[in-house]
């Protein structure tokens, strides 16, 4: 076992885990349904759901894939939704039938579904009924077989299910009309008819998930990701909690939606497997009903990003609440701003630690010590049998103080980018990751992220890639030119702002913003339209968004 700088910080933490611990993320969950039966897996708008229910269901729902439809072991199924009781029995339920999960945000516009359940070869789907009227706009340009709609309540105890049905669909219009043909309804598929489903065998060097992430050189890519890697960043957040986190007793609120890789991993997997309670939040943008949600529980884990955390903060009613049983605040997914960990710290009482990581490994790679040593403004120290590394352009490293891009190597790395041979060979050198972040180390190990060499924007913890974004608007008959980028944004880290050459002198900045509003989900649309007569580009006509950051940084 090698001996790193940073294993000095480790206290009684394991410096190495065993990905081989389970055969399979279905073993783990098997596992933890067996020891902590009665106990409340998963609770969501006042409805709990033990781990013996959850178990019941995701074998119903196995059961069904096996007996009613064409899909075999290794076949993907998209899961399209925000953060309900039924997402964990579909995670679990497709696992158990071998399938590969396809995490897909519920927001995306037709256009961002279809190229997703094209690029992944996605046969079925379980989708929110919000949301079916995107789905019906492309679906017979995709090779989906089997669709399996959930309403908001499907889970919920009558007559609680029909008033919130009645409510989303007549009084608040949430549920548009459509029509998909042959769906099936997720209330069916869950019933209970004393049916075991066929036993499969995975191993761990199984695909789990195809996690989709962005590109600089263009569009989103399935990040492959197996039963091990998963498994293995599992077992990197047991070893980093140590003792503070007691097996069967913790009760976790979970705002980040399930679907982005940092909330799949650490809450959905992770500490379900620690026999944890996560406390499901539908819409965390609403902060007042949030607040009142918190007020009911006495949580004792909080995950989240950034902007979340600064909304809380700026809540009258959240500095009422009783903090004494908060044991860790953990946020990741993007930076944590400083004046916001220092102000959670004197409001809550609870150091707020923040990791660092990418969909690429699983996620986590670094997080500060949970003991009280962690160090605001760093991404803190390599997870165990994980090692990090900085190196110059040329893949040299460089000495301890200096700038370089962060190189991580680990059982929880993906094994590549699907059906992308150049782009995986382009990140991934000799087993390391190429993350594209710039930082420098400590000389006791720990981390500071200092810049980025990819051109992704972060927006509230969502990738942003420019190439994606930049294609939707010159597709515009109006816009002759355009280039994107990142810029500092109070409330979401970044925010996206365009530069564009008009074709037409007629275009304006509306017009151009509900064309992007019908193309683009929430977080990717243009916050900001600069109107140029050109775009600064190198000798051979490529267009420099790194100028057009550096005009950005020196007005600001």
């Known amino acids: 076992m090698a001996d790193y700088i940073w294993h000095q910080h480790y206290g009684n933490n394991p410096k190495e885990i ?6 399979s993320i279905v073993a783990a969950f098997e596992e933890s349904c067996e020891k902590f039966g009665d106990k409340v897996a998963f609770e969501n708008m006042g409805v709990p759901m033990t781990f013996r229910e959850l178990k019941q269901r995701a074998e119903n729902f196995a059961a069904w894939i ?6 075999v072991p290794g076949d993907k199924i998209a899961i399209q939704m925000p953060n309900l009781l039924q997402y ?8 158990l039938a071998g399938m590969v999960v396809v995490n897909v945000n519920p927001l995306y516009t037709s256009r961002e579904m279809e190229h997703q359940f094209n690029d992944s ?10 949301f079916c009227g995107e789905l019906e706009e492309c679906i017979a340009k995709t090779g989906l077989k089997h669709v399996i709609v959930t309403k908001i309540p499907d889970l919920f105890p009558q ?23 042959n769906t099936v309804d997720f ?3 869950v019933k209970d008819r004393g049916q075991k489903p066929k036993r499969v065998e995975i191993k761990n060097t199984d695909t789990a998930f195809l996690q989709y992430t962005g590109g600089t050189t263009g569009v989103s890519k399935g990040a492959v990701l197996t039963h091990r890697n998963v498994i293995a960043n599992m077992e990197q957040m047991r070893g980093l909690m140590g003792d503070l986190i007691k097996e069967g007793e913790e009760i976790i609120i979970t705002p980040l939606p399930m679907y982005h890789i940092f ?9 379900i497997c620690m026999g944890g309670k996560n406390v499901l939040i539908t819409n965390p943008r609403d902060i007042p009903a949030f607040v009142k949600e918190l007020s009911k529980h006495k949580w004792t884990v909080l995950t989240g990003v950034n902007t979340l955390f600064n909304g809380l903060l700026n809540n009258e009613d959240f500095k009422k609440l009783d903090f004494s049983s908060l044991k860790l605040t953990i946020g990741g997914a993007m930076a944590i701003q400083k004046a916001v960990a220092e102000k959670w710290n004197a409001v809550t009482g609870n150091l707020l630690v923040e990791g660092y990581g990418l969909t690429e490994s699983s996620p986590v790679a670094s997080a500060n010590p949970i003991d009280g040593r962690a160090r605001i403004g760093t991404i803190g120290i390599p997870v165990a049998s994980t090692n990090m590394k900085l190196c110059d352009e040329e893949g040299n490293e460089v000495p301890v103080g200096e700038r370089g891009e962060i190189n991580i190597k680990g059982p929880q790395v993906m094994q590549g980018y699907y059906n992308r041979p150049d782009e995986t060979a382009n990140v991934i050198k000799d087993g390391w990751l190429r993350t594209g972040d710039v930082a420098v180390m400590s000389e006791d190990g720990f981390f500071t992220i200092v810049d980025r060499i990819k051109d992704m924007i972060l927006v509230s913890g969502f990738n942003v890639y420019p190439n994606e974004v930049e294609d939707v608007v010159a597709s515009h008959p109006k816009v002759l030119e355009v280039a994107a980028i990142g810029v500092p944004d109070e409330k979401s880290n970044e ?12 275009l304006t900045e509306d017009e151009l913003k509900a064309y992007c509003h019908e193309e683009l989900t929430g977080y990717k649309r243009p916050k900001h339209i600069e109107f140029r007569d050109d775009l600064p580009k190198t000798n051979v006509g490529k267009i420099l968004r790194r100028a057009l950051r550096e005009e950005e940084s020196a007005s600001a």
């Open 159 to 181: 007559p609680k299910q029909f008033i919130v049905n009645l409510v989303l669909k007549h009084v608040k219009k949430m549920v548009p009309s459509y029509n998909l043909k």
């Open 18 to 23: 065993n990905p081989d611990s389970y055969p």
């Open 495 to 506: 925010a996206v702002k365009i530069f564009v050459v008009k074709k037409d002198p007629s």
């Open 263 to 271: 909330s799949l991993t650490v809450n959905c997997l992770a500490f």
């Open 187 to 189: 209330r069916d598929v």
């Open 88 to 95: 964990p029995i579909c995670i679990y339920g497709s696992l």
């Open 121 to 130: 070869g996605a046969k079925a789907v379980v989708i929110v009924a919000n």
């Open 66 to 71: 096996q007996n009613n439809t064409d899909l």
